[in-house]
């Protein structure tokens, strides 16, 4: 068997998504579409951020971040909003570099306050902090995750956080508490040990969806944005035994579904009443990546246990749609691939192709209409993506965890444009505005233009 199979499918209509804000926003994990993608404006390609090696440039501000967090940046017009943990006693551990993928909880179980935090875009002043919650944490985590693994959302009015066993708190953009929930333990584990929550909260209209996959007791959700009252929960049990990926809300002509990764299902449910549309097994055993919508179709990834595959699915699809084999076409399924899919980092689609970043350090490139392979290259021997790629202005820019931005030149052959430093461990998706990089270490938020 290849070690790469693809099959296509023609198809011309587009998929609308959900409602989009201004130009300048970027409202929710990987943006106001969830592409991860942000063009219309000049994107600097080089700087340097390592305050400590004493040159720095490219840079408009740097401001310090309390506590500790993956979760990435949002923009809603002239604000940023961050959520963090912080540690009551002492500095929280973070594993960093390589580890032998034991499955190691961090030593991290004390009094902790999980806090929003609200900054100037133009300049990186803290306009206000809110304490959510304060007290010990009710799961442990991995030690390369933390306490505040998600990135929060907005509508322009509402503004959302969630930090699974934590709980759930909507604000104004002000910072004023609306309301609150707590969904109870949600302890994503593994090997006995809860690897952290890492989900985001997905926003369409007054709708709001939380996937919640804790293996004892997984479940969907869908709530009413406007007072966190039910409106539907669907039980995942026996569809999904763990994972970490945001949902992808998408709205069509006559329908808006919901897609969730999952293992050993990938599945979609009607937003407005949480019946299953349809479903696809397979997929690595540890789903991370986050669905999105790009060229009107699905693209869903994972990698772990063996297996690595990209699917790009049809909005239309219904039922099963899972292949009989992997040489035998599927109508639903415009191409996949059963190798060269992501672990954690969620790929970009951006002009005719798909990349994807590893923790490996590997990146690969996909033609996206038709799943040919383009390249497969290393960007150092020392790179490690968590974070989820973004592009804007013919770029594509890989974030690795070792503190280094790598700059790709996007289309068919890899080039690295620039190799950039940002000072300090980096995990955290950036966040696009108006070309403006802005960027999440350990230590920092950095606005890069």
């Not at 010990?136 to 991995?142: K, W």
């Not at 973004?390 to 770029?395: F, L, P, R, S, T």
Request: with cysteine; charged share 20%.
């Amino acid at each position: 068997m290849p070690l790469t199979r693809r099959r296509f499918v023609q198809v011309a209509a587009a998929l609308p998504v959900a409602a989009m804000g201004g130009e300048r926003d970027w409202p929710s994990f990987r943006g106001a579409d969830a592409c991860g993608v942000a063009d219309g404006y000049p994107v600097r390609a080089s700087w340097n951020a390592d305050a400590a090696a004493g040159s720095e440039s490219g840079l408009r501000w740097r401001v310090p971040v309390p506590g500790l967090g993956h979760s990435s940046p949002i923009i809603w017009r002239d604000r940023i909003y961050l959520p963090s943990a912080v540690r009551m006693s002492g500095k929280a551990p973070l594993r960093v570099g390589p580890t032998s993928g034991e499955p190691t909880a961090a030593e991290d179980n004390e009094e902790q306050s999980w806090v929003v935090l609200c900054y100037a875009r133009q300049s990186g002043s803290q306009l206000w902090q809110k304490m959510a919650r304060n007290a010990p944490p009710r799961a442990t985590r991995h030690e390369k995750a933390t306490h505040a693994n998600t990135t929060m959302a907005t509508e322009g009015e509402h503004l959302v956080a969630f930090f699974g066993s934590e709980g759930l708190y909507c604000y104004d953009l002000d910072g004023r508490l609306l309301w609150s929930r707590d969904l109870g333990v949600i302890n994503i584990s593994k090997y006995g040990i809860g690897w952290g929550y890492g989900s985001s909260p997905s926003i369409y209209k007054d709708r709001l969806v939380l996937l919640c996959d804790d293996p004892a007791n997984p479940f969907i959700t869908a709530l009413r944005l406007s007072d966190g009252k039910d409106l539907w929960r669907v039980s995942r049990k026996g569809v999904c035994e763990r994972s970490w990926g945001t949902p992808l809300i998408c709205a069509g002509e006559s329908r808006t579904q919901v897609i969730a990764n999952g293992w050993p299902w990938i599945t979609s449910y009607d937003l407005e009443t949480g019946q299953e549309i349809w479903r696809l097994r397979g997929g690595g055993d540890n789903p991370i990546p986050s669905p999105f919508v790009a060229n009107g179709w699905i693209y869903i990834t994972s990698a772990h246990g063996g297996k690595s595959p990209i699917f790009v699915v049809r909005p239309d699809a219904r039922g099963d749609i899972t292949p009989s084999d992997e040489a035998t076409p599927n109508r639903a399924i415009i191409w996949d691939s059963w190798q060269g899919g992501s672990y954690i980092s969620t790929p970009v689609v951006y002009g005719d192709y798909i990349y994807l970043g590893n923790t490996n350090g590997v990146v690969r490139c996909f033609a996206s209409k038709t799943g040919k392979k383009i390249y497969e290259e290393r960007l150092s021997p020392n790179a490690s993506i968590y974070a989820s790629l973004v592009a804007a202005d013919g770029k594509i820019f890989c974030t690795s965890e070792d503190g280094d931005v790598y700059v790709l030149k996007a289309g068919p052959e890899f080039q690295i444009i620039s190799r950039n430093r940002m000072g300090a461990p980096c995990y955290a998706t950036p966040a696009l505005s108006e070309g403006v990089l802005y960027f999440r270490t350990t230590e920092s938020l950095i606005a890069v233009g």
